[in-house]
């Protein structure tokens, strides 16, 4: 039996911020939360990064509870530590220092190992007139493609 690939997307991170650094980052989870992330129940809608004591966390990422989860059972939306190397971890620190820009979870997926990896990204807000730009040339994509499918 051939079990689908997992790979959660944060779509609206695309559409709020400019992406400019990505890391691929291993994240501290219990038994019960990798069990729900490899049945697909996992959004990263909301989702941020922040450096509490020099470690980075992961907040607000809802892992749906385990269906067969006794009392053993985890938090929805617990805060998860995340696993980065030391020269990664002083360069995401050097760049939220800076104004405007943050870290944000991009995708969510299981390695061929089968452990579960983060996908976040150095990102800068974008304007409300760059949002508009972004729509009118994803509008723009769609049309030419439909001409020509024709």
């Not at 291993?26 to 996992?42: D, F, M, N, P």
């Not at 939306?77 to 995340?82: G, N, S, Y």
């Not at 509008?139 to 001409?147: G, P």
Request: glycine letters at 6%; proline letters at 1%; a positive charge.
């Amino acid at each position: 039996m051939k079990q689908t690939p997992i790979n959660i997307k944060n779509k609206r991170a695309t559409f709020d911020y400019e992406l400019l650094d990505t890391y691929t980052a291993g994240i501290v989870l219990t038994g019960t939360e990798i069990k729900s992330i490899r049945l697909g129940k996992a959004s990263l809608v909301d989702t941020y990064c922040l450096f509490e004591r020099g470690e980075l966390w992961v907040r607000n990422m809802h892992i749906a509870e385990y269906f067969y989860g006794t009392y053993n059972n985890h938090a929805a939306r617990r805060d998860r530590k995340l696993l980065l190397n030391k020269s990664e971890l002083r360069k995401l620190l050097r760049a939220t220092k800076e104004t405007g820009f943050t870290i944000v979870p991009v995708r969510l997926f299981i390695n061929e190992k089968g452990l579960a990896k983060l996908v976040i990204a150095v990102a800068k807000g974008k304007k409300q007139y760059d949002k508009r730009q972004s729509l009118k040339e994803k509008e723009d994509k769609r049309s030419m493609d439909r001409m020509f499918k024709k």
